[in-house]
């Protein structure tokens, strides 16, 4: 079998690795999207058409190209073009309102932007202050012309300067733009792809957002092992479109992968690899997963190092083995990371690019975590989590883990209320499957064996109503929503 076209690419890349994986594999299949199905070659000319497009209209090595839009093929297209003209590609989530986009843009310098839906015209209006040109390729006509030409040529490229920027909150909330390079992506993609195999005979679901690490980690492995991206059908439920199209791995979090094997294990039946986020799954659901042949794996991950950091099988307790090209530390119970998968830095108002490392070039996660015996990373929280509790330390993702076991709860959140005596004591905010918070008698009685009494909460609600779901629980906004509905009760 021939030999996954990334392990040739070594530090001496020219081309971009989607059109080395042309080279190599031509006929592999690249994208599938219900009908369409496109391959190597055709995409890599595609790419080569649209990124010649794209600087017809003016863009230069170093500028932004803003994407507003859900997962689609034209934004995959758009990626590997901005890769093989020196474009920043800047996907923004869609969810955002229109008001915090402009604030984004402007924060950022990021003036060009395609964006499909023309209901959002204020974007790039001319009556606002901050001018925005947005840009309409006709990718039906690039296609046909590229298909047409296909003598395009390949761009060299250096991969170590800035290919994308994603936007991640951090500790502040405040959104902040975090700078990688190909490089970046290059050496998680390997990593990644030593503990996850993947070969162009497979085919990855694009489950995750590109404006997400997650998504665009999707993207980047399968074009270094030359296996195909296939692209979400939003006019089907998963378990239909896992049954119709030949997915091989699949990115969930544990409650998707929960619902799927309750309701539709059949489903499965076909996928090889699990790539699973949002907290640890129950043995008994890995020993069936194991029973039907798939290889389930747990990660820890973060933006600024380029996706995964370590990942191990999923019926291991913990987070997963550290990684090739990364490393990492434990100072003070925080967990710090390098590497070379570690991103260039955050965006700044003046172009600059700020990594927050200390002088060894350490960049601190905010994590707080252990490793066991085995190797095996142990994730025990976010440090701006933490509250103390009469002196005692409380970390809520504990509590909140211990509380997720039962099996009438989908998800709980764990923060400190004001108290006179105490300075904070533990509150819980659950959602359940009957949408009925449990009797306090019963939770206390279920959590008596499992942490210490002083970390057991003292109140229980019921979980807001909102949208406070995006690949992560926004606990802040959840938090906030409670606090707010109190005090108007307390009124």
């Not at 733009?177 to 085919?203: F, K, M, P, T």
């Not at 976010?382 to 009469?390: E, V």
Request: net charge negative; aromatic share 6%.
């Amino acid at each position: 079998m021939r030999s996954p076209p990334y392990l040739a690419l070594g530090n001496n890349l020219s081309v971009s690795p989607l059109h080395h994986t042309a080279a190599a594999a031509p006929n592999a299949i690249a994208l599938r999207s219900g009908t369409q199905v496109t391959n190597y070659q055709q995409l890599s000319q595609q790419v080569l058409a649209l990124g010649q497009w794209l600087s017809d209209q003016g863009l230069k090595a170093g500028d932004k190209l803003g994407i507003v839009a859900s997962n689609c093929v034209e934004m995959v297209l758009l990626y590997w073009a901005c890769v093989d003209r020196g474009l920043l590609f800047c996907p923004l989530s869609p969810k955002f309102p229109d008001l915090q986009l402009q604030e984004i843009m402007q924060r950022l310098s990021i003036n060009t932007l395609w964006c499909p839906d023309d209901n959002r015209n204020t974007l790039w209006s001319a009556d606002n202050s901050f001018k925005v040109q947005r840009l309409s390729p006709n990718f039906t006509d690039l296609a046909v012309n590229s298909l047409a030409s296909q003598n395009n040529t390949i761009p060299d490229i250096e991969i170590d300067k800035p290919v994308n920027l994603l936007l991640t909150s951090g500790s502040s909330g405040v959104p902040k733009g975090a700078v990688h390079s190909l490089s970046n992506h290059i050496a998680n993609a390997e990593g990644s792809l030593q503990r996850i195999a993947l070969s162009e005979n497979d085919g990855w679901l694009l489950s995750l957002p590109l404006f997400h690490i997650g998504g665009l980690a999707i993207v980047n492995r399968c074009a270094l092992s030359g296996a195909a991206i296939i692209m979400v059908d939003d006019t089907l439920p998963l378990s239909d479109q896992l049954q119709r199209d030949p997915i091989s791995h699949l990115s969930l979090v544990a409650t998707q992968l929960q619902r799927l094997s309750a309701d539709s294990p059949a489903s499965l039946t076909n996928v090889r690899c699990l790539l699973l986020g949002g907290g640890a799954i129950g043995r008994e659901l890995t020993d069936a997963l194991q029973q039907m042949g798939i290889r389930a794996f747990t990660s820890y991950g973060m933006t600024e190092m380029g996706s995964q950091i370590t990942t191990s099988a999923a019926h291991i307790p913990g987070s997963g083995e550290l990684l090739p090209n990364r490393e990492l530390c434990i100072r003070d119970g925080e967990i710090w990371v390098k590497g070379a998968t570690l991103f260039l830095g955050y965006l700044q108002a003046d172009g600059s690019l700020v990594r927050d490392t200390d002088a060894d070039g350490w960049f601190c996660t905010k994590d707080r975590g252990y490793f066991d015996d085995h190797g095996q990373l142990h994730i025990q929280g976010r440090s701006d989590n933490m509250f103390i509790c009469g002196g005692e330390n409380i970390q809520p993702e504990e509590v909140e883990a211990a509380l997720k076991l039962h099996p009438q709860i989908l998800d709980a959140i764990v923060f400190g209320e004001a108290n006179d005596e105490f300075g904070l004591l533990p509150s819980a905010i659950l959602k359940t499957r009957n949408g009925s918070l449990l009797p306090e008698t019963e939770l206390t009685e279920f959590l008596a064996s499992k942490i210490a009494r002083f970390k057991r909460p003292r109140v229980y609600y019921p979980w807001p109503n909102g949208d406070f779901q995006g690949l992560k629980v926004q606990r802040k906004k959840v938090i906030q929503a409670i606090i707010t509905q109190s005090q108007s009760l307390k009124k």
